[in-house]
């Protein structure tokens, strides 16, 4: 029995109490864990929603959930204003070869699962290759790692980056 559950109580409470410990309650320990790890997480950490840069510092991508709940990654700024109107001429698609760089959906249909999100498309304006993607967090929700890649199995080619949130989204041009 852990320390300050029932025994706790079967000694009428007479065992000293360190201040916040909630285990006279006859709460397991690992629940106890549980809750606060929860009630941090919710407060403290962000989730994949929001702007983030690249490693090359060169565009913001802003993540936001589509109208079927999956989170799609749009180009929202690039560094170099003749981009803005550059279009997505290497797509294998003709007909979205017309598309602007800016605004572009590079990740889409992305299922969110809090500190990470599967099962979704990363789409490479600059090589116009579509590939599996994989998007996870870290624990203090300012770093998105991003990882693609392309094959089954052991035949996996896969490539991962980093990017980071970008808390100051309104004035891009501090980057």
């Known amino acids: ?40 997480s919710s407060s403290s950490v962000k989730g ?19 109208e079927g ?17 550059q279009l997505d001429f290497r797509n294998p698609d003709r007909n979205l070869r017309t598309r602007t760089l800016l605004g572009l959906p590079i990740l889409v249909g992305f ?17 116009g290759w579509k590939v599996s993607g994989k998007l996870s967090l870290d624990e203090t929700g300012d770093k998105l790692q ?9 035949l996996r080619v896969s490539r991962s980056y980093v990017w980071s949130r970008n808390a100051n989204a309104a004035n891009a041009e501090g980057l």
């Open 1 to 40: 029995m852990a320390e300050g559950g029932l025994a706790y109580l079967l000694a009428g409470g007479r065992q000293r109490r360190r201040r916040g410990d909630l285990r006279p309650l006859g709460l397991p320990s690992s629940a106890l864990r549980s809750l606060s790890r929860k009630a941090s």
């Open 48 to 66: 994949i929603e929001g702007d983030w840069v690249p490693p090359d510092r060169e565009s913001v991508v802003t993540i936001r959930r589509d």
């Open 69 to 85: 709940g999956r989170l799609v990654g749009r180009i929202s700024w690039l560094r170099d204003e003749g981009r803005s109107a």
């Open 111 to 127: 299922r969110d699962e809090t500190r990470r999100a599967e099962s979704g498309k990363i789409y490479d304006p600059a090589t």
């Open 146 to 154: 991003v990882k693609g890649w392309v094959g089954l199995g052991p």
